[in-house]
Nanobody, 111 residues
Framework: VHFVESGGGLVQPGGSLRLSCAAS????????MYWYRQAPGKERELVAY????????NYADSVKDRFTISRDNATNTVYLQMNSLKPEDTAVYYC?????WGQGTQVTVSP
């Protein structure tokens, strides 16, 4: 099982990024999928999750109305659209499901 995150980078405050998580060796369509993040010196926190069919989503209060999680079960891919980014969104972002984790992608929000 492999989860590969991509799409991170350096962006100015107020900017946007779209993260992708491609799953292989894993039928993502059967499972809830999660995005987590970990900032330097802080514990890993749940950012958002999406039900197996995409019908239910949930967000941390800190990202609500700015981030959108979605999925494409045909390609085994989960996305995180991040808008109105803030410096406090700086972290390594991970996708996860059923105990499996990707390697993470760095998001840095800075002027």
């Amino acid at each position: 099982v492999h989860f590969v995150e991509s799409g991170g980078g350096l962006v100015q405050p107020g900017g946007s990024l779209r993260l992708s998580c491609a799953a292989s060796g894993f039928t993502a369509s059967r499972y809830r999928m999660y995005w987590y993040r970990q900032a330097p010196g802080k514990e890993r926190e749940l950012v958002a999750y999406i039900s197996y069919d995409g019908g239910t989503t949930n967000y941390a209060d800190s990202v609500k109305d700015r981030f959108t999680i979605s999925r494409d079960n045909a390609t085994n891919t989960v996305y995180l659209q991040m808008n109105s980014l803030k410096p406090e969104d700086t972290a390594v972002y991970y996708c996860s499901s059923s105990g499996f984790w990707g390697q993470g992608t760095q998001v840095t929000v800075s002027p």
